[in-house]
DNA sequence: AATACACTTAGCAATATGGCTAACTAAATT
DNA sequence: AATTTAGTTAGCCATATTGCTAAGTGTATT
């Protein structure tokens, strides 16, 4: 996984991670509070933050014993980017498409 | 992996098959023509479309020995929103903070 | 000083993923 | 009818992913 989308698309597959993200929006918040909504151990939680961390989705910091982690939203932008690029080819096809049918239909009957 | 973000963010965590959708967002392909641009054998391309199948990206039809794909939007536009809502709601958010601190404003000195 | 709290590290097990080759089916082409 | 082309099926292997438990570290709290 070399390409940053790769690791982003792969991070936001998993449910537990897109939930950590939409808490995330809303505010940063601690480790405890981010992994109390969630029934698996706190290792496998924290095994999950630490891919959102490693694709660059999330910062923490640790301040005493707590670790705060915030959003960091610049892949989530990249990664809009690409399907709003993907989706810019594909309507601009479907348009010139219909343009095409469009100049055809003087020749009707 | 049940929920279609699931899925359709998995799919897409794949360089070869986001290479796929970039091909197929300019038009229909073959199998062989989707294939051509990749090292992999063929069986191990095929694995990859049919990921693509499965998620609703991707639909084929078959006529004679050729297999036709094309992209189907709609789970593509699903994850657009999706990181649209994220997006929005860690805006507003930051936009509410710099509101706070503009009232705070007035209270300096 | 002792205990509780908030992570953190290490290591195990099951399943999923991504690559391969070999062999097969069915539709064109010659 | 024989051969080539386009795709398919089956099965193997290595690595990655996702869950767990047990035990450890450092910081508050009592």
Redesign the interface.
């Known amino acids: 996984?070399?390409?940053p989308?790769?690791?982003?698309?792969?991070a936001?597959?998993?449910?537990t991670r897109?939930a950590v993200?939409?808490r995330l929006?809303?505010?940063p918040a601690s480790v405890s509070e981010l992994h109390a909504p969630h029934k698996m151990a706190l290792p496998t939680f924290m095994r999950h933050l630490k891919v959102l961390e490693e694709t660059g989705i999330v910062r923490s910091i640790k301040k005493g014993r707590v670790r705060t982690c915030h959003?960091e939203?610049e892949p989530?932008?990249a990664?809009?980017g690409?399907?709003?690029w993907?989706?810019e080819?594909?309507e601009n096809?479907l348009d010139s498409m219909d343009a095409v049918a469009a100049s055809l239909e003087q020749f009707k009957d």
């Open positions: 996984m070399t390409h989308l790769d690791s982003f698309f792969g936001m597959s998993d449910p897109r993200i939409e929006a809303s505010g959003i939203p989530l932008i990664a809009q690409w399907l709003a993907q989706k080819i594909w096809r």
